[in-house]
């Protein structure tokens, strides 16, 4: 298939998707948040002032067509060691080559060429900028790591998010959008790895006159700290309030339900599933079986407790070239 495919987001959710859409498409793109604060990360980003490796990482890893020694190098962890641990190997690389070669993008480029990457990873931004969180209490919480694990009430709701200082899109980002044949967002954590893309400046104008066909994909859970409670509906009238409501085309939500007992370790994190309100508002509604291992995908060692509850990488990637 020739068709061009951009993914816009960060974390986990971007990596599936990639991890998918690489069989179907060489055509492929992922355009990645640069705003983490937080972790491995946030260190780095504190120690060298450079832009944080993290989300541009797995990216990379996604979309390696390289031997599984070079893909679990990139994501080794170290679990001891003064000022290593915690630290990932493919975020030291990184950090480090961006040093080197004087920017993030640059760094991207090379890395891309070890790990034999099928596609492009690009940052959303090389400017370096913080993510803002205003709650309805009027708390005001900066950097993504503080949103994403709160020490305010989870259950407070963010009225508006915005980025310090402001931040201009990467020229190639944009001319990625522009030439797609379908811009995927999401899954993702909805303010911490999708919202904080369509802040930078040129982004969601270059979303909406683009050809493409957007497609947003529904969380299947909800997130302590940032969408407590939302529904389906809740998440898609936030990506529609940067995009307009006339942009998106396609929305995807799952249709399977999870297993009771992975559903009680999210019950201790304050999570739930979302819940599927929508009705077509300017958009088709795409509702599939998504989910992951029947409804669990677990970490190598994790006992059942700690199982997570997932996309599908190949039944997204499938959806997607449906639409297409």
Do not use: W
């Amino acid at each position: 298939m020739d068709k061009k495919i951009v993914v816009i987001g960060g974390g986990t959710g971007t990596y599936t998707a990639l991890t998918g859409l690489k069989k179907y498409t060489p055509n492929l793109s992922a355009i990645v948040t640069m705003m983490d604060s937080g972790g491995s990360s946030g260190r780095l980003r504190d120690e060298f002032g450079s832009l944080p490796p993290g989300d541009v990482r797995q990216a990379l890893v996604a979309l390696s067509a390289d031997t599984s020694t070079m893909r679990d190098l990139f994501n080794y962890r170290y679990d001891k060691g003064e000022g290593l641990e915690g630290h990932n190997f493919g975020n030291l690389f990184l950090t480090t080559l961006s040093q080197v070669t004087g920017g993030m993008d640059k760094a991207i480029a090379e890395t891309s060429l070890i790990l034999n990457i099928k596609g492009k990873v690009l940052p959303v931004t090389t400017d370096n900028a913080s993510l803002v969180a205003e709650f309805e209490n009027g708390l005001v919480v900066e950097g993504e790591g503080k949103i994403d694990e709160p020490e305010h009430d989870g259950d407070l709701r963010i009225n508006k998010v915005y980025l310090k200082p402001s931040a201009k899109a990467y020229p190639e980002s944009l001319e990625a959008i522009t030439q797609a044949d379908l811009i995927v967002l999401g899954p993702g954590d909805l303010f911490t790895s999708l919202v904080p893309n369509l802040l930078v400046e040129g982004v969601p104008e270059a979303i909406c006159s683009s050809k493409a066909r957007k497609a947003y994909v529904v969380n299947l859970m909800t997130k302590f700290g940032q969408t407590s409670h939302f529904t389906a509906t809740d998440h898609v009238q936030v990506i529609q309030k940067y995009l307009g409501k006339d942009c998106l085309d396609f929305v995807f939500i799952n249709t399977t339900a999870f297993p009771t007992v992975i559903l009680h370790r999210y019950e201790e994190e304050h999570g739930e599933p979302v819940k599927d309100d929508l009705k077509e508002n300017h958009y088709k509604i795409v509702r599939a079986d998504l989910l992951a291992s029947s409804g669990v995908r677990k970490k190598a060692g994790d006992i059942l407790r700690r199982s997570l509850i997932r996309h599908d990488s190949d039944k997204l990637a499938k959806a997607f070239v449906e639409v297409l």
